[in-house]
């Protein structure tokens, strides 16, 4: 089973930050937060990882919480090409296979 | 744009025949994961290849699937006798170790 909690869907409003939370309460030391996208008929698209600092690419950015409980990830100005499935996924970097996906947040960006 | 290239794209295969879905990685790397996926659901690991080996097949069916990656040419994930079951999106995934998996768009496959 998926170790993560993410709603279920959100709606964003184009050009606005789409602020997309995730709660991981039981991850443990070793484990990484990914964060993929999947759009519809696509493959997933990775978007970003961290382990305990916040992390920016010019995709996104990844902000998790002192305690690593949970994160959130910031598409920092949400275009159309944004709705996707947005999937939040925990990972030990020294299994180096078996992400274990979740059912995701379906994104939708409104213009 | 050398990404990871699936094909085909569509399968369409009869009751008991054989599909054979391809995967080539990203250049460089060496490490390949199959993932399944139903409709309106996350992607489910299926096995993990690197070159000649499988690593762990945990998630692959004991019988009818089977996974290679071979020294030369793509990777394989071969379904024989096919059932109606087996239909679904058949994710490759590539990765150089311990650095973010990078996913192809996949091979729909449709059994009659």
Known sequence: ???????????????????????????????????????????????????????????????ITEDRKSSTLILPHATLRDTAVYYCIVRDRGSNYQLIWGAGTKLIIKP | NAGVMQNPRHLVRRRGQEARLRCSPMKGHSHVYWYRQLPEEGLKFMVYLQKENIIDESGMPKERFSAEFPKEGPSILRIQQVVRGDSAAYFCASSEYNQPQHFGDGTRLSIL
Do not use: F
């Open chain 1, 1 to 63: 089973d998926a170790k993560t909690t993410q709603p279920t869907s959100m709606d964003c409003a184009e050009g606005r930050a789409a602020n997309l939370p995730c709660n991981h309460s039981t991850i443990s030391g070793n484990e990484y937060v990914y964060w993929y996208r999947q759009i519809h008929s696509q493959g997933p698209q990775y978007i970003i990882h961290g382990l305990k600092n916040n992390e920016t690419n010019e995709m996104a950015s990844l902000i």
